[in-house]
């Protein structure tokens, strides 16, 4: 006799439509006014998702990860830093990343122009030839400058030992 109402649907979520014209030159080439606004209202609706599905991410896919370099402060840190460790480890090894794929890249275009008419052969022996140089250069830098971190420390720890205070020691 009487039918139930309908159950009620949600509606989904509309962008906030936009009131701007729409290009008259876009509207010659066959496609109605109404087509063209239609498409310009789903542009808009998909660039709004798109920027709310962006904040609500930590990162553009699962299978980016970021690197913190940051320096731990407290000693209760997963991997604390001791006084033999430089202070820039962390900073020093991103830089050396950099460089790395700085100096892959300078390779592959220096052995691009080396081969001539076989460049892609040249830009890939170029490419890793320059990184494997700059990333050795890199490491041989930190490893020079942990070196000098672990004299000038050792340097000072001698100065504060008991022996180098007590007077006795040098008669």
């Known amino acids: 006799m ?7 649907q949600h509606q989904r979520p509309v962008a906030p439509r936009v009131v701007s014209p729409v290009p008259k030159e876009l509207t010659t080439h066959g496609a109605s006014h109404d087509d063209l606004a ?5 542009q808009q609706r998909a660039f709004v998702s798109a920027k709310t599905q962006q904040r ?9 990860q970021h690197k913190n370099y940051q320096i731990p402060k407290n000693s ?6 001791t006084d033999g460790i ?9 830089h050396r990343k950099q460089q790395t794929v700085a100096g892959a890249s ?3 275009v220096i052995g691009g122009l080396l081969a ?4 892609p052969v040249g830009m890939a022996i170029g490419a890793a030839a320059g990184g494997y140089a700059s990333n050795k250069m890199h490491k ?12 000038r420390n050792f340097q000072k720890a001698v100065k504060h030992t008991i022996f180098a205070k007590s007077e006795s020691a040098f008669v």
């Not at 239609?38 to 789903?42: K, M, N």
């Not at 430089?86 to 991103?94: D, I, V």
């Open 38 to 42: 239609d498409i310009f209202e789903s």
């Open 86 to 94: 430089h202070p820039e480890k962390y900073q020093m090894k991103k």
């Open 116 to 119: 001539g008419p076989a460049f």
């Open 56 to 64: 609500n991410t930590r990162s553009l896919s699962p299978m980016v």
């Open 140 to 151: 041989m830098q930190e490893r020079r400058r942990q070196r000098r971190h672990e004299q």
């Open 76 to 81: 209760t840190a997963k991997n604390p830093l």
């Open 2 to 8: 009487y039918s139930s109402p309908p159950p009620p």
């Open 106 to 108: 300078t390779g592959a």
